[in-house]
């Protein structure tokens, strides 16, 4: 899917970096096992959860962008009924957007 904002493209990119490292301590963490050095451990520990910190950011500013410009994908009277249709916007490369 291509991003017509590249700050979303550059959050597309970074979730999808940051996954594969995330999977790639844990997969190593289960097949060799933990160190026993307790600063290697905790340092292991440090980077997991700042790459976690940052799938989160990453997630919501997606998540953001695309409730402000993806139309609603149900048509049932109770999902369109609940859109404000006044924050839709049809035309996010206008500049205004999500800021980051």
């Known amino acids: 899917m291509a991003d017509s904002d590249s700050t979303i493209a550059w ?3 970074q979730l999808k970096k ?3 490292a995330l999977r790639d ?3 190593r963490r289960f097949r060799f096992g ?3 050095d307790p600063r290697v ?3 292991t520990l440090r980077i997991a959860a700042n790459l976690r910190r940052k799938l989160t950011v990453s997630e919501k500013v997606i998540g953001a962008y695309e409730k402000l410009t993806r139309r ?3 048509t049932d009277f109770r999902s369109l009924a609940n859109v404000q249709w006044s924050n839709w916007n ?3 490369c206008n500049g205004e957007g999500v800021q980051v």
């Open 11 to 13: 959050h597309r990119a």
């Open 18 to 20: 940051h996954r594969e």
């Open 25 to 27: 301590i844990e997969v």
């Open 34 to 36: 933990e160190t026993a």
């Open 41 to 43: 451990r905790v340092e």
């Open 72 to 74: 609603p994908l149900t």
């Open 90 to 92: 049809s035309a996010p």
